[in-house]
């Protein structure tokens, strides 16, 4: 009997495994069935360019649908984060944020570095062997790190909901050399004095370019959040519009969920088929094993190893709960787009508090870019190993403050990293047009490094948590005195019966639970 016991617990624990984590099983298999049927459709079958994008039409859909709630969920989980916290609490959880982004970010470009400059990928061969691909971006530091000002204070909201701001310098023509006549009697001799000046003057002309200004929004729902939280209770009607946005968009998140694994295996499948020369990855192999051995060493021993300190607890357990959201940023390459799902598993699987993760989560996929500095560290030493340039020591630590501050300003979108690309190239002097060199391969790795931001957000939302234990729990308390508040729920009930529980800032409350998912404060 005790045995038939056994056997039906373990088939209702698999089963529940499965109900669990059937999403999950789903898209793995879909990127397995995409490559087999990515490479079976590029053997067997000879498509037209025309044809090949008709064949990914499915997976373009299920990018077109994540962009679709980035927007509304950035902004209605901003607000109601920021609002949801006095001014003071919100501000030593962004200082902390900002701190862990900067630190992992100069542990990953340090890691790149001494991973480049031990392998040496580009020492055993030349610029010339390899083929260049796609073209160079015509960027300088300067205006790029102004652009980067300019778009934290949009000039139109609406405008920064689908466009960038974005300077272009336009040579001016020099001025015309005015003749200077000279007269010596008897003779009229006519002197020519003509200074060429060989200084070429710009003049900066403003441009917009299509894209979603995740940064300056994000600094508008903070202050509008902030503001908000000092009205009290006549912000309340507004928080509370937000937060149902937010529960709405988290719905919709859980529809298109459902689509992902279809969507996923002809994404995949889609790129496997384009890809017309192979032979670039046997050209770039080495280069290739340094950035992706240095973003494994990253993802499983420097963060975890940071978690655990800090968290004291399993960091392996927590990936594995992120785990859903890390095959989408593997698959779809935006950290931006893979922010509905991103939400989901930090608030469902890792129990990380929404006060949290909606203040966290939408900074780290604007800012934080562990990832792609450990490549734009990697890639720009290859790239002077390959011209046979040696680099001194302050080159090296100019390189290393290039590509931790050209991250921060790459925007969450594909291939942003080549634009800053160019930036670190031009800090130490290489030649920028090089950038080509690694156009080929950078579709794969700009994938990988997705993933491993996508990982540090995640990790930096749950450390956040484990350093501001104590200022929520001092703001759960101060929502069960409901004489120290009028605006709190007059009945508070314990967290083990899964009731609701609300937390206040100012004048009105705010539920910690939606329908979608119940997120408890996390007792790391």
């Known amino acids: 009997m005790d045995m038939m016991g056994n056997k039906e617990r373990r088939g209702v624990n698999f089963k ?11 898209t793995i298999l879909s990127v397995l069935l995409g490559i087999i049927l990515g490479v079976v459709v590029r053997e067997y079958v000879s498509l037209s360019h025309l044809n090949k994008q008709y064949f990914g039409f499915p997976g373009e859909i299920l990018m077109r649908m994540l962009k679709l709630v980035i927007l509304p969920l950035i902004i209605s989980s901003m607000i109601t984060g920021v609002a949801a916290l006095d001014s003071e609490v919100s501000g030593k959880i962004g200082l902390r944020a900002v701190v862990y982004y900067f630190s992992t970010t100069i542990i990953a470009v340090i890691l790149g570095i001494i991973l480049v400059m031990t392998i040496k990928p580009g020492v055993s061969q030349t610029a010339e062997h390899i083929d260049r691909a796609g073209t160079t971006p015509n960027v300088t530091t300067v205006d790029t790190l102004l652009d980067l000002l300019r778009n934290m204070f949009p000039e139109n909201l609406v405008q920064a909901c689908f466009q960038q701001y974005k300077t272009k310098r336009k040579e001016l023509e020099p001025p015309k050399v005015s003749a200077e006549t000279t007269t010596i009697p008897p003779l009229s001799t006519t002197i020519m004095a ?9 003049k900066i002309i403003g441009t917009y370019s299509d894209g979603i200004n995740v940064l300056g929004i994000i600094v508008f729902c903070v202050a509008f959040g902030l ?15 937000f937060d149902a946005l937010n529960e709405a968009t988290m719905k919709l998140v859980q529809i298109i969920m459902c689509y992902m694994p279809v969507g996923i295996l002809f994404l995949i499948a889609a790129k496997i088929i384009e890809v017309e020369d192979w ?7 080495l280069y290739m094993v340094t950035v992706l051995s240095g973003l494994a060493i990253h993802a499983t021993v420097c963060l975890p190893l940071i978690f655990f300190v800090i968290v004291r607890k399993n960091p392996y357990t927590f990936t594995l709960g992120m785990a859903q ?3 989408t940023a593997l698959m779809i390459s935006s950290s931006s787009a893979t922010l509905p799902v991103t939400f989901r598993c930090a608030e469902e699987n890792n129990r990380i508090d929404k006060r949290i993760t909606r203040f966290v989560l939408p900074v780290g996929a604007t800012i934080n870019m562990d990832g792609t500095a450990l490549y734009e560290a990697v890639a720009a030493i290859f790239i002077a190993q390959l011209n046979d340039y040696a680099l001194d020591v302050g080159q090296i630590v100019t390189i290393s403050i290039t590509a931790t501050v050209a991250s921060i300003g790459a925007a969450g979108v594909p291939n942003a990293g080549l634009v800053t690309m160019v930036i670190v190239l031009t800090a130490v002097g290489l030649p920028a047009s090089d950038v080509t060199l690694i156009v080929a391969v950078d579709w794969l790795l700009d994938r990988f490094r997705t993933m491993i931001n996508v990982l540090g957000d995640a990790y930096g939302a749950g450390i956040v948590q484990k350093l501001s234990k104590r ?4 703001m759960d308390l101060t929502s069960d005195v ?6 709190a729920l007059e009945a ?10 609300s937390y206040v800032n100012g004048g009105f409350t705010v539920d910690k639970t939606d329908a979608i998912s119940f997120t408890e404060t996390s007792q790391f």
């Open 471 to 474: 200022e929520l729990e001092r």
């Open 325 to 327: 959201a890390l095959v």
């Open 482 to 487: 409901d004489v120290a508040n009028p605006f």
């Open 16 to 26: 529940g495994l499965l109900k669990r984590n059937w999403l999950l099983i789903a």
């Open 227 to 241: 503001v908000i939280g000092k009205m009290g209770e006549k912000g309340r009607i507004l928080l509370e519009f």
């Open 492 to 501: 508070t009930l314990d967290d083990e019966e899964c009731e609701k529980k």
């Open 279 to 285: 032979e670039i990855f046997r050209k770039m192999g």
């Open 194 to 202: 003509a200074v060429e000046n060989i200084t070429k003057d710009y």
